[in-house]
């Protein structure tokens, strides 16, 4: 499995476009690119799945260049809901998923 | 309508004491999973089902028993519990051969004094 490095944390302000960015430098050829949510006492939530150039759903955007080596999670006019963890995680479409710290998203008024 | 939901939410109990939490999702789902997110907030699988049958055990202590009666149902019992043990448990559902996209239940609080 693909180790993944992303920032620990990010404050935004409300309205504005968030973007997290996550490296997967040693992502293997049949990976593909996951992203999770989590508010403060719930369980993680799907976000988005991609394997390479842009998908969007209606909720974010997640953007994965030609060399694979990175992605970043884009979300559109963010609001004081979306302060939560956000994961990345790269691995096979069947691989059991390991979260790692993930990005603690502070959004501000 | 709830995909993927646990009982009790919150459980307290003191330590040696046995206790089950109960998942159910009604997602249609062949997989589910029990994972445990500690006080660092560290997010751990431990066991993984397909269709009834234990495929993945992440080196839990025995002390933990996930029980499948169905598909749609995955229990967790745990015996002599610990201190340790206190956690919060995440219940999951996924479709068979779709492990990347989870869908996870609200979790039950878990506290051993």
């Known amino acids: 499995l693909a180790k993944t490095t992303q920032p620990i944390s990010m404050d935004s302000y409300e309205g504005q476009e968030v973007n997290i960015t996550c490296s997967h430098n040693n992502i293997a050829t049949n990976d593909y690119i996951t992203w999770y949510q989590q508010f403060p006492s719930q369980g993680p939530r799907f976000i988005i ?61 | 309508d709830t995909a993927v939901s646990q009982t009790p939410k919150y459980l307290v109990t003191q330590m040696g004491n046995d206790k089950s939490i109960k998942c159910e999702q009604n997602l249609g789902h062949d997989t ?16 993984s089902y397909n269709n ?27 015996n002599s519990l610990e201190l340790g043990d206190s956690a919060v448990y995440f219940c999951a559902s996924s479709r068979l051969g779709q492990r990347g996209e989870q869908y996870f239940g609200p979790g039950t609080r878990l506290t051993v004094t």
């Open chain 2, 52 to 78: 009834k049958e234990l495929i993945i055990n992440e080196t839990v202590p025995n002390r933990f028993s996930p029980k499948s009666p169905d598909k749609a149902h995955l229990n967790l019992h745990i």
């Open chain 1, 49 to 109: 799945q991609g394997y390479k150039t842009k998908v969007t759903n209606e909720v974010a955007s997640l953007f994965i260049p030609a060399d694979r080596k990175s992605s970043t999670l884009s979300l559109p006019r963010v609001s004081l809901s979306d302060t939560a963890v956000y994961y990345c995680l790269v691995g096979g479409i069947d691989d059991k998923i390991i979260f790692g710290k993930g990005t603690r998203l502070h959004i501000l008024p």
């Open chain 2, 32 to 47: 589910m999973y029990w994972y445990k997110q500690d006080s660092k907030k560290f997010l751990k699988i431990m066991f």
